[in-house]
């Protein structure tokens, strides 16, 4: 890694205008996909982890080590790929006519670690148990009403909603990880998936491959033995791979991806292009002085989302505009452009006879991006007549108190890929489990509840409804799409993102020796 161009250095010269020199032919790998496995070996993968780490499924998706762990251990209903569901535990989930009902049959022969066969029973108490915590899983599985749902026999269940969802079907493929019925110590659950969890603390898990597991005949294990290490930088994670400690690390910075592209004792791992994260300016909606139509649009017209790409992304990354979701199928391509456009900016907030646009910008480097973007934007924001004033929050603070993130007027935001039936209701609309806009007018839930109705060609159709209203009624101003990249040995090979690039399934991963 170059050391002479750090997190501290780019803050400095984004702060005082200077662009990133693009180099030239940078050309990634996405996730390989090779044909010839190989049996064996120990792969040993560092991710970032937190204090608040530890073996309890029902915390999995905390932390980045502790997700990839859980997607070893815990196997899910189903999965996404290339924006397509993939079964899992489940083999089918029919909807009836007006999708407020969905018949789920289970695969058969599936056994826990511990020689126990999955059944109807096992999954409606993990459903149960997961709609009872707070969290990703509870969110998504929002629409279920278990008490009016039934187990119909060993391998089929029928769940009953609280409303129409023709997209159900991707909302149980978002890591719903099935546990034991009566399950009573989460932190050692059983798991039916391709490793078993041998040993445990705050910095490292070691992981065995099952022999047994149950569908071993369609991939892994391949490896002998994973052992995850939680490293909180991303440089120690770096180190560690030329040092030989480890041989995958996740959450490589974008200056890696410069700095080593043509390194041949290293292999760069990229997301495709519909799994990038998206950077974003969220605006309440209900807060001064965004409760004003006109500063909000404003705001969007103040943002030089080219520069942006160039600076913070370093070039690799995609403008935005003001919508989720692109490259995936449902998106909606014909939205209108929005670019900068200082003057138009000042005309909007003279129209909204504001006396001052000295606001707060809440923001943290809890993830890269986030707050080298804020940086970039006070300069930006401020030809366009807006006084924006940092409020830098420490990384392990910013996602501590839920009530602050829900009433806080303007913050940065960084949204993870999700299809966006699932993400679209995560976070816009009354029934939202993360409306950091703040609350949904009627419109917008009218247009949440038909989409949320609708399958097939109409979905795509409602999709887009919704995305028309946010893009230019809603409080989110996305400016950038950001890559994530990973770093490897040359010889590893099998890792997949299955959804969740950060957050890698390493099930089918192997080892071709040096």
Same mark, same amino acid.
């Given at each position: 890694m170059n050391q002479g161009l750090t997190r501290r250095t780019l803050i400095k010269m984004v702060g005082i205008g200077a662009g990133i020199a693009l180099i030239n032919g940078f050309s990634p790998l996405v996730w390989a996909n090779e044909t010839s496995p190989q049996r064996g070996g120990v792969l040993r993968a560092a991710f970032a982890g937190s204090s608040s780490d530890s073996t309890n499924v029902l915390h999995s998706t905390n932390s980045n080590v502790d997700y990839v762990r859980a997607r070893l251990i815990w196997d899910s209903l189903a999965e996404i790929d290339n924006q397509r569901i993939v079964w899992r535990l489940m083999e089918s989930a029919e909807p009836?006519?007006?999708?407020?009902? =969905?018949? @789920?049959?289970?695969? $058969?022969?599936?056994t826990f670690s511990d020689g126990r066969k999955l059944t109807s029973k096992d999954v409606m108490f993990s459903l149960r148990t997961w709609l009872s915590q707070p969290g990703s899983q509870s969110g998504w599985l929002k629409p279920l009403d278990l008490a009016a *749902?039934?187990?119909?026999?060993? +391998?089929? @269940?029928? !769940?009953? !909603? +609280?409303q129409p969802v023709g997209s159900f079907d991707l909302l149980l493929a978002q890591s719903i990880f099935i546990f034991p019925e009566n399950t009573q110590d989460f932190t050692a659950a059983i798991g039916s998936g391709p490793y078993t969890l041998q040993s445990w603390s705050q910095d490292k898990s070691v992981l065995q491959a099952r022999r047994d597991y149950w569908d071993a005949d369609n991939g892994g294990p391949w490896l002998d033995e994973i052992q995850l290490y939680?490293? *909180?930088e991303s440089?120690?994670?770096l180190n560690g791979l030329k040092a030989g400690?480890?041989?995958?690390?996740?959450?490589?910075? !974008? @200056?890696?991806?410069?700095?080593?592209?043509? %390194?041949?004792?290293? $292999?760069? =791992?990229?997301?495709?292009?519909?799994?990038?994260?998206?950077?974003? @300016?969220?605006? %309440? !909606? *209900? $807060?001064? &002085?965004? %409760?004003? &139509?006109?500063v909000v649009e404003a705001l969007k017209y103040a943002i030089d989302r080219e520069a942006m790409v160039?600076?913070?992304t370093m070039g690799l990354g995609e403008v935005a505009n003001d919508a989720l979701g692109a490259g995936q199928p449902w998106f909606s391509a014909d939205l209108p452009l929005r670019h900068y456009d200082p003057q138009h900016a000042q005309s909007l907030l003279k129209k909204a006879g504001l006396t001052s646009t000295r606001i707060a910008l809440r923001t943290s480097d809890y993830e890269y991006g986030t707050a080298e973007s804020a940086t970039l934007l006070l300069r930006q924001a401020k030809a366009a007549g807006f006084d924006l004033q940092l409020n830098r929050v420490p990384a392990a603070d910013y996602y501590s108190d839920f009530n602050l993130l829900l009433n806080t007027p303007l913050q940065t935001n960084l949204y993870r890929p999700m299809p966006l039936p699932v993400a679209l209701p995560f976070y816009y609309g009354s029934a939202a489990p993360w409306p950091f806009t703040g609350p949904a007018t009627p419109q917008l839930d009218k247009l949440m509840s038909a989409m949320q109705a609708a399958r097939g060609d109409a979905l795509r159709q409602r999709v887009a409804d919704v995305q028309h209203y946010l893009w230019q009624q809603g409080g989110d101003a996305i400016f950038a799409r950001i890559p994530s990249v990973a770093a490897s040995a040359p010889g590893v090979f099998g890792v997949k993102a299955a959804g969740f690039f950060d957050y890698p399934l390493l099930r089918d991963a192997w080892l071709r020796p040096a």
């Open positions: 009836n006519n007006d999708a407020t009902r =969905w018949t @789920l049959n289970l695969r $058969k022969g599936v *749902s039934r187990i119909d026999d060993d +391998h089929q @269940l029928t !769940l009953q !909603l +609280h939680a490293i *909180s440089a120690a994670r400690q480890f041989d995958y690390v996740g959450g490589m910075a !974008l @200056l890696t991806a410069r700095a080593e592209q043509n %390194n041949p004792a290293m $292999k760069l =791992w990229h997301s495709a292009s519909a799994e990038m994260s998206n950077l974003a @300016l969220s605006m %309440n !909606l *209900s $807060k001064a &002085p965004f %409760n004003r &139509p006109e160039r600076a913070v």
